[in-house]
């Protein structure tokens, strides 16, 4: 049976293993000579009058669709399906959408549903709730008051440069607001922490502890310990040493996380990734079970920190095949290997970003690779050869050259078609690193979201006019036609793939102003960024991110069309509702 889809002057032609065959130019008679024998047989439901953006190929709209098993099985321009196409119509179960927008189910690329889930149960120390180190302390002594002394006070989102004061809290000033509690607070994003005393002690952190290429130690005028602690080695010490949520109460968190998700219009979601918290093997096993029982109804797509595959890592000896297998049969299919992740340095706005030319307000301050380049080489090659997509966290364009000098060593070693590796964040790219990218076929998830919350701090303190002007510079990435996404970060920013696109199409920051006007895109291009290049990036394009015959029913419905409005007012949508496999998972 040939399933078909009626477009303006066009047939896709499906075989019933859903391959396109055949991209016909029909016009409506020919159409109607397949006559019944192309009625739909059987349907379980109708969307009608639905302003339908497909973001196919062709950039069609449609008006309603039908849905069978979990699959788009028919879509029509028409409010509602024409007589004769569905068998029985009058008795199938009709949702009218009343004029609202129906997208593909958001596909979120970079984030930490884990971390997320975490932090949900810690004490908010970020903008705009707290704007000053007094306020930050207080925040402290309110929760030491509702513990008992020696237990853990958490803190996460805290942010220096947001703070009036323009600098990081101490262990000293942390000692004196909650002397009889180990305090740990993270900082905003997500590659450094300030400690108290206790927690250090707690910690076996003690004054002749060394830095690692992973991490270091942060220390005052005469050498002592400030409290600061730089990147994974050093922070993992703290949150290895303090108390941990029980899998049951993580678990609950995931769960409510998921439906901030869900209330967002996402259905897919990539977790960037596992082992970056704890212990990867138990991190795993929670994530495969939440999605296997539904904690988490997104589809998941899990990076893994190179650590848990390599040497003594829990999945050593596997390769991406055998990886992929174990967390397909874990989760009963509903989560798949993304990736191997690793980092090749920090962030901008905690000085650890690797830069080419120094930063603007610290000329001896350059960032630094966190690995050599021989070993980063070695680790790519090795993880190629096992099969892996690989995805390099790389803020500065330091980093992201290195990364690139590795990809293009693996691939000339062993050349590979549609390897897809990655490239996260991707935020200080030059233009010959974007082309670069495009040239080696590497794609780029972009951390757009940074141009609205961190944009006048990069154009002032960071890096200068020049560079913050190119902050993701996604017209660039259009340009040289390289696959990319885009992507929250959450927790490091909300959750909001809407606010994503509404920061790529206007570049405005805080303050309301716009920075680096032509590096901005369309709005269709930046809703396809979230949706279908999201599916190409998962290799998942045959049955996700856009609206045509074949493909999975996922949906986020909207109160209002994105490219109908003023662009200004697209982080202002509200999701109405968003579809899995054609079940309705989140109503407003
Ligand atoms: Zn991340």
Known sequence: MIERVKVPALLHVYIRQKMVIGLVQLDYAVIHRFGSENMLEAVDFIIKNANILTLDEKQTRAKSLAVQDGSIVGIWETTEPPQGEIRDADKVKVVDLQGQTLLPGFIDTHNHLLGYAHVRRYVPCGQPLVKTIPQLLQQLKDKAAEKQAGEWIVGFGYDDTGLEEQRHVTRDELDQAVPDHPVFIAHISGHLGVANSKALEEAGITEDVQDTEMGHYG???????????????????ITQGQDQASPEQVM?????????????????????????????????????????NGTIPM???????????????PFAGYDAEKMDAYIQE??????????????????????????????????????????????????????????????????????????????????????????????EHVQTATLEDIEKLAELDVAG???????????????????????????????DAVDADMLFTLHSDCPVTPISPLFSVWAAVNRVTDE??????????????????????????????????SIEVGKRADFAVLDRDPTAIDPMEIKDIQVTSTWIDGEKVYTK
């Not at 005052?220 to 050093?234: I, P, Q």
């Not at 589809?299 to 890592?313: K, P, W």
């Not at 200068?464 to 190119?470: E, K, M, Y």
């Not at 895109?521 to 394009?541: C, H, P, W």
């Open 330 to 423: 874990k989760s009963n299919g509903r989560a798949r290997l993304d990736s191997v992740k690793l980092f090749q340095d920090g962030s901008i706005q905690g000085y650890t970003g690797a830069l080419r030319e120094p930063y603007y307000s610290k000329p001896d301050t350059y960032g630094d690779l966190f690995h050599k380049q021989e070993v980063l080489n070695e680790k790519i090659l090795d993880f190629h050869q096992r099969g892996y997509r690989i995805a390099i966290h790389g803020n500065g364009d330091r980093a992201i050259g290195s990364i690139l000098e590795g990809y293009a060593n693996a691939l000339k070693k062993q050349p590979k078609a549609r390897h897809q590796h990655r490239i």
């Open 219 to 237: 220390r005052d005028e005469n050498g002592r310990l400030n409290g600061a602690l730089f990147e994974k080695d050093a922070m993992s010490r």
């Open 252 to 292: 609950a968190q995931l769960a409510e996380a998921s439906k901030e998700y869900l209330a967002q219009g996402i259905t897919t979601n990539t977790e960037a990734a596992i082992g970056m918290l704890q212990d990867p093997a138990g991190e795993l096993a929670l994530y495969l079970k939440a999605s296997a």
């Open 512 to 545: 309301g102003r716009v920075l680096g006007p032509d590096q901005r895109i369309d709005v269709v291009t930046a809703l396809k960024s979230m949706t279908i290049y999201g599916a190409r990036l998962n290799f998942q394009e045959d049955m996700i991110g």
């Open 445 to 475: 998830s972009f951390f757009i979201n940074h141009v609205y919350y961190w944009g006048e701090r990069h154009e002032k303190i960071f890096l200068g006019p020049d560079r913050a002007a190119r902050l993701d510079p996604l017209k």
């Open 299 to 313: 589809r998941a797509q899990l990076m893994v920190m190179h650590t848990a595959l390599e040497d003594d890592g």
